[in-house]
C-alpha cells in the first residue's frame, strides 16, 4: 500500500456521462499529480495541485477539471466523456514546496482508477 | 519537443544477467531530478530510483543503478542479476521546473 488512495478502482460509463474520480494522498504530502495513462500514448500529466491552489496544468482537456480541498484530498471531473477518455488515471503525491524543480521529492502513485467509457 | 524519449519498446534479458534501459532527456533548466519507475502487470506505479542532476556520483538503489551522463543528456537504468519478478513495464521521468514528464516506457521481460 503506497498510502495514496484512489477510488473508484473501477468505473463503466457511457458517452456523454460525467464522472468523478478521488484521490486521498499519502499522509504530510501537501502535493497531487493527476495523470492519464491510455493505451497510444503512455503517462500523460494532467494537472498538479499544492496546498489548494493549482500549480501547473499539462495536458488536460476543458472537459476536465480538478480542485484540491482543504483536506488536501483532490477529485478528477470528467465530462461530456468520449470513447477516448478510456484510460487509468492515476494520482500521485508528493510532500514538495510545489516546484517541480524542487528536485528529489519522489511522487508515490495511488494504484490507479480504471475508468471505461463505452 | 519530447522532453524524455525511451528508445527501446521492449527488451528481452536472461534470468541472473544485467540489462540496460534507455533513456534521454531534454531541458533547458539547471536544477532537475530523473527518476524510474516500474509498473507491473498489476497496474501500480512504483518507483525505483532517483539522480539529481547535481549529483556528482551515480545513484544506486539495491541492484538498480542509473548511468548519468549529463553531457550526453542520457540516463540509463541497470539491472543487475535480473530476477523473474522484474519482468515489467520500465518508466523513466523527468522533473524540472515546468512538469514531471514520463517517457513511452519499456516493456522488459526476464526469460528463466
Known amino acids: 500500500d503506497s498510502g495514496v488512495t484512489q477510488t473508484p478502482k473501477h468505473l463503466i460509463t457511457a458517452t456523454g456521462q460525467r464522472v468523478t474520480l478521488r484521490c486521498s494522498p499519502r499522509?504530510?504530502?501537501?502535493?497531487v499529480y493527476w495523470y492519464q495513462q491510455s493505451l497510444d500514448q503512455g503517462l500523460q500529466f494532467l494537472i498538479q495541485y499544492y496546498n489548494g491552489e493549482e500549480r501547473a496544468k499539462g495536458n488536460i482537456l476543458e472537459r476536465f477539471s480538478a480542485q484540491q480541498f482543504p483536506d488536501l484530498h483532490s477529485e478528477l471531473n470528467l465530462s461530456s466523456l468520449e470513447l477516448g477518455d478510456s484510460a487509468l488515471y492515476f494520482c500521485a503525491s508528493s510532500v514538495d514546496g510545489g516546484l517541480f524543480g524542487s528536485g528529489a521529492n519522489v511522487l508515490t502513485f495511488g494504484a490507479g482508477s480504471r475508468l471505461t467509457v463505452l | 519537443a519530447q522532453k524524455i524519449t525511451q528508445t527501446q519498446p521492449g527488451m528481452f534479458v536472461q534470468e541472473k544477467e544485467a540489462v540496460t534501459l534507455d533513456c534521454t532527456y531534454d531541458?533547458?533548466?539547471?536544477?532537475?531530478?530523473l527518476f524510474w519507475y516500474k509498473q507491473p502487470s498489476s497496474g501500480e506505479m512504483i518507483f525505483l530510483i532517483y539522480q539529481g542532476s547535481y549529483d556528482q556520483q551515480n545513484a544506486t538503489e539495491g541492484r538498480y543503478s542509473l548511468n548519468f551522463q549529463k553531457a550526453r543528456k542520457s540516463a540509463n537504468l541497470v539491472i543487475s542479476a535480473s530476477q523473474l519478478g522484474d519482468s515489467a513495464m520500465y518508466f523513466c521521468a523527468m522533473r524540472d521546473f515546468d512538469d514531471m514528464r514520463f517517457g513511452a516506457g519499456t516493456r522488459l521481460t526476464v526469460k528463466p
Open positions: 499522509s504530510g504530502d501537501l502535493s
Open positions: 531541458t533547458s533548466d539547471p536544477s532537475y531530478g
